[in-house]
C-alpha cells in the first residue's frame, strides 16, 4: 500500500475496527447486524498481524495449534456468503477499488465504511441498511489483502438459494420460527425436536436438535454425507469437533439466529473462549458460542468458521494462563481412539 487512502487504512487495529462496527450495528439491516460482527470475528486483524510479523509463520502456525483453513487471500469473494450484502460485493468491491486510488488520507474508519456504503447504496439502488455491513467487510478485506490481490479476484457472487433467497425482513423472520411440535408437543413427556441450520465455506444443510441437546452432539448424529472430505476438522458430523469439553476450541461458531434459544455460556465456556482468542462478547446470549456447550431450546442457524486456533495468550494477551499442549493433545488423543473403534480395528 502506498498512497495516503491505503496508508490509513493500515494504521487502524482490531479494537479500532471493532469499536467502529459496534457503532454502526444498529444501522446495518438486522439482517446482517450480527453476521458482519461475526465475519470480524471469523477474519481476526490481530491474528493476521501476528502470523505477518513471524519470523516462520508456519512455526507460529503450530504454537497456537491453528488449524483448518485461515485467512482471506483465497477467500476475497466468498468470506461473506453467509451475509446478504454478499450479492452486493461486486458494487463494493468496484466502489473500495476506486476509493483506494485516492490520495486523501482520513483519521475515521466509520466515516470512510458509510462514505463506501453511500456510494453502493446509490449505484445499487438498495437501502443503505443492506450495504452497510459488507462495506466494512470489504474494507477489511483490502487491509488484510492489499490492493492488488483484491483489484485481481474475480468478484464473483454466489446466486442466494433457500432462505437466503427471500426478502431480508422474511429471513429475518424465519430465523426466529421454531419447527412446530403437533398436536402433542405441550406434553412434557414428549421429545421436542428442533433444526439446527448450519452453514460453512464448502458445505449448508440442517439436522435435528433435541431440546435442551448440546448443538455439537446434534451435529454427530448427522452422517448424511461424508463431512470430512468437505473439511478435515469433521470427522463425525457438520461441525469441526475433538474433546466435546470446552478443552480445544474447535467446535467454536457464530450464531446469526436463535442466539436467545440457547443457554448461558458457563463461566467455563466464558474463560475457555477467551483462552482461544474468540473474542465472545459479554453478552447474556453471545453470538459466538461452544458448539459442545451451547444446548438449544428451538431452532437456531449456525455459521461454522473455516479454521480453529488456541491464541488467547500470545495473541490478545487476555489470559493468565494458558496449558496448551495438554489440551490439544488429549484432544487429538479422543479423536484418534474413537475413530479406531468405529473402524474396528
Known sequence: MSNDFLTSLETFDEATWLTAIGSIAEEIHEVDRVATQLWFRFYPLDLVRYLESSDDVETAMKGIALEGDFGL???????????????????VKQTIIERSGSSDAFSDIETEIRSIARSVSEKAGVELGLVLGISAVGLMTL???????LRSSPGNVEKPRGLMARSPNEIVVERKKDD???????????????SLFFEALEYSGKCKVINEEELASASQKDHS????????????????????????????????????KLS????????????????????????????CQAKASGNVSIVIPPWN??????????VDEVDLEPATTSAKRLRETIASAVSGE
Not at 454425507?225 to 470427522?235: A, E, G, I, P, V
Not at 474447535?250 to 450464531?255: A, D, H, L, Q, Y
Not at 482468542?277 to 461452544?290: A, C, E, I, M, V
Not at 486456533?309 to 487476555?318: C, E, Q, T, Y
Open 73 to 91: 487471500l483465497d477467500k476475497i469473494d466468498s468470506s461473506h456468503k453467509f451475509l446478504y450484502g454478499h450479492r452486493y460485493w461486486p458494487q
Open 225 to 260: 454425507r461424508d463431512w470430512q472430505s468437505l473439511d478435515d476438522r469433521c470427522w463425525d458430523g457438520p461441525i469441526p469437533i475433538e474433546c466435546t469439553s470446552a478443552s480445544c476450541g474447535t467446535c467454536w461458531v457464530g450464531i446469526v439466529g436463535g442466539a436467545e
Open 143 to 149: 487491509v488484510q489483502t492489499g490492493i492488488e490481490d
Open 180 to 194: 412446530s411440535q403437533g398436536i402433542l408437543g405441550f406434553l412434557r413427556t414428549v421429545d421436542k425436536e428442533y
Open 309 to 318: 486456533a488456541v491464541f488467547g495468550k500470545k495473541v490478545r494477551g487476555n
Open 264 to 291: 448461558e455460556p458457563s463461566v467455563r465456556e466464558r474463560r475457555q473462549m477467551k483462552v482461544f482468542g474468540y473474542d465472545q462478547p459479554d453478552d447474556q446470549k453471545p453470538f459466538l458460542r461452544l458448539a
